[in-house]
């Protein structure tokens, strides 16, 4: 059975993760917008790891029982189903181009989305499900971001030729 502060530990995780790839993939980029974006999103994954482990922190014993009578069982059904939740290392030798590099991206952000959903349900507290409905707002926006850019790279790899 996982505790709160597993649950807790995993979301840390998922952002600090997603935090290192986002700095990763700006070495494998060239183009400025893109590299930004990267840089941008990293600094907001960071934000919310720190949002996760304070509250974290502020959890207490009664807290945790309560939370993890019910998550423990939809968690380890959703990861006996093959969610991942993206704690897998992007492998960018494999990615051929910004393109596909974007769609791992939004697939990553829709993971955690996931994740955060599921989390919610099970929170009583209305400050923290608002401050979580924070969270998940601003993965929706980073996918936006991230979609609004897709054209842009296909256009870049289809001139180079490294979209074919």
Known sequence: ?????????????????????YLDARQHVSDKELKDLL????????????????????????EDSHLMAELSQALVEDVIK???????EV????????????????????DTIGFYDLLKTFIDDPDTASQLDGIISEEKKHILQLQQMLPLSEDQENASGEGQ
Request: charged content about 30%.
């Open 1 to 21: 059975m996982f505790s709160a502060h597993d649950i807790l530990s995993i979301a840390i995780r998922l952002e600090e993760n997603g935090r290192q790839t």
């Open 39 to 62: 840089l941008w999103m990293a600094h907001e994954e960071e934000r919310h790891a720190r949002w996760f482990g304070e509250l974290k922190s502020r959890l207490t014993e009664g």
């Open 82 to 88: 093959g969610q991942s939740f993206s704690l897998q």
């Open 91 to 110: 492998d960018f030798k494999a990615i051929r181009g910004p393109h596909e590099m974007l769609k791992v991206f939004i697939g990553f952000e829709e």
